[in-house]
């Protein structure tokens, strides 16, 4: 059974846990710095995560910046449970590699 989308206040209860997350036009999205050195293993961390998960994010890096963007293509793109889970476990994992937000 596909996951069920999350109801704007749902949304906004895991936006005000997620600090460094957005709500945009693909789903949840962030961007984080992390030092070039530790990227290939934050990169690393990142994909066993998701594996595990069995859910992955679009990410793309340019230099130091990382930028994901979290959905469920199987709710048809929206936002559900699984989202939010993955994306406090990124803020996790940005952290345990010496990351932190991108403040544009």
Known sequence: MPAS??????LDRALADLTDWRLGDDGLTASF??????????YAALAAAEDEAGHHARVTV???TVDLALNTHDAGGAVTA?????A????RLVADHGGRA???
């Open 5 to 10: 989308p999350l109801t704007d206040a749902e």
């Open 33 to 42: 710095t992390v030092d070039r050195g530790a990227l290939p293993g934050f």
């Open 82 to 86: 699984e989202d939010t889970a993955m």
């Open 88 to 91: 406090e476990r990124v803020t």
């Open 102 to 104: 991108a403040r544009g």
């Open 62 to 64: 340019l230099y130091t």
